[in-house]
């Protein structure tokens, strides 16, 4: 039994039918769920990468497009991504993934999958690697793609004093006037995210940017209102 094997056989062991149609509603998901909880998830994740360790990136990437690809069932789809952040293949992040992250991002195309590929994948390389990292989410942030551009929006999420604040500021405003949902909320996100390091910079930022959405401006602000809020 190899590694893919492993994951749907599991999955299938822990499968919750009861709990499955409530989890796809939620998710408003195309694909079917087995109804199995994230902690029984990690707890098989744990398990099958430990059974089944990946010899090379070849073979490491070939998986997690075989899990991916071939799912059945979303939860397949989580396990694939957790293969992608497993510390026993921490080493090979690099900017030579951007293209894999890429395929996932816009194959996924939801915010459960994006979000953490965003937030735990593209943004760590971006810090590793931000010569090359940040021109391609300049092109992001532009793209025809809305989950390629809240990708650029919001992967520097835990980038904290590390945050390159030109990006973030080029990223945004890339995106400001788009009535979509999704990249309006992504950009409070990332807005109040890095209000934690610098809350006057944010603050100067929705100062100097009325045509931010109300959701955006809200997000944004959400812990500096007050005394030291900002007044339009």
Known sequence: MNLTEAVRTGLAELADPAKAPAMRAYMKSELPFRGVAKPARQRLAR????????????????TVL?????????????LALDLTGHRAYSSWQGPELLPLYEELI????WWDFV???AARRVGPIL?????????????????????KRRTAVICQLGSKQDTRVGLLEYCVEA?????????????GWALRQHARVDPE??????????????LSRREALKHLEGNHGVHR
């Open 47 to 62: 398990r099958v990468f430990a059974e089944h360790p990946l010899p090379d990136l070849r073979s490491w990437r070939a």
């Open 66 to 78: 075989e899990l991916w690809h071939g799912a059945r069932y979303r939860e397949e789809r989580y």
């Open 106 to 109: 816009v194959t996924g195309a």
């Open 115 to 117: 979000d953490e590929l």
């Open 127 to 147: 810090r590793a690697a931000p010569e090359t990292t940040d021109p391609l989410l300049r092109r992001w942030a532009r793209d025809a793609d809305r989950w």
């Open 175 to 187: 995106n400001i006037d788009d009535p979509d949902f999704f990249l309006r909320k992504g950009i």
């Open 201 to 214: 910079w944010v603050r100067r930022f929705v100062r100097a940017h009325p045509g931010l959405s109300p």
